[in-house]
């Protein structure tokens, strides 16, 4: 097993192009993903198959991930420098349509933040304050068998949020004893679920930061008690049956590569680790 498990942002749009939209590079890497004889798996079965002989991915498997949790994730928006989007769902599903044999084959991962309060102050701080941080398609989506959605934390530890301490924001390494991994992990969960209508057990760690306290001690120690499978950080690396459960690898559009070519090379497992 080598599978590449790609991440995508559908907010952050920086050019009009492939480089700089998700939403342009997603249409394309899927028609790519199709012409290369790849297979896009749901998360949970690479998950599934980590340390173990008698479960596998399917050879040529490739996995798609979302993080934030914007709804442009769901569904279309309108940008206000680069005008109407596609959104990445509906990205999906015209695929599907497009090539019949996809249908029921294609899935994607939606990592979203729990807090509402913390969602609104980033909207207003950090995107354009057109309440592209809803939680109400959530539901939805997670009832379509198509987009899961999982958790991305209570609240990023984003430093314009109010309950995140002076200083130790903007990143996640000062998730680092108990009773913040809790906030972070555990409440979040329980708080998702109340809207999703299931509890997230896959985290992907914003910032792709992996504390020592989290990749070492709260969730290898306390599973049965936060009920994490497993989480992702952004190392862009491929998993294999041996690969931490804890530190899995991830390629990020945008950051680990800007254009088709270097797509083409990362799922025909051609990208030297870093
Ligand atoms: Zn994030």
Request: net charge negative; glycine share 6%.
């Amino acid at each position: 097993m080598q599978v590449p498990i790609l991440c995508y942002h559908s907010h952050i749009i920086t050019s009009p192009d492939y480089a700089g939209n998700g939403h342009l590079a997603l249409a394309r890497d899927l028609e790519l993903i199709m012409e290369h004889g790849k297979t896009v798996v749901p998360l949970r079965q690479v998950i599934d198959a980590l340390g173990r002989q008698d479960r596998h991915a399917p050879d040529n498997a490739v996995v798609i991930t979302f993080d934030d949790g914007s709804k442009a994730d769901f569904m279309p928006i309108e940008h206000p420098q680069f005008g109407p989007q596609p959104g990445l769902y509906p990205i999906l599903q015209r695929h599907e349509h497009r090539y019949p044999q996809t249908v029921g084959a294609v899935h994607a991962t939606s990592f979203v933040i729990a807090c509402p309060q913390a969602r609104q102050q980033m909207d207003t701080a950090c995107l354009f304050g057109l309440d592209w941080m809803s939680d109400d398609w959530w539901a939805q989506a997670e009832a379509s068998g198509t987009l899961s959605i999982e958790s991305h934390s209570w609240n990023h530890n984003n430093a314009v949020c109010d309950d995140v301490p002076e200083g130790t924001g903007d990143q996640f390494y000062s998730i680092d004893t108990f009773a913040r991994a809790e906030r972070q992990i555990r409440d979040a969960a329980a708080s998702i679920a109340r809207i999703s209508g299931r509890r997230p057990d896959i985290f992907a760690y914003p910032y792709g930061h992996v504390s020592d306290y989290l990749g070492h001690e709260y969730f290898p120690r306390f599973q049965q008690h936060h009920g994490m499978l497993a989480a992702l950080a952004t190392r862009p690396d491929y998993v294999t049956e041996n690969t931490s459960r804890w530190h899995l690898p991830r390629f990020v559009h945008g950051e680990h590569w800007r254009d088709p070519e270097t797509f083409i090379q990362i799922i025909n497992g051609q990208m030297q680790s870093l």
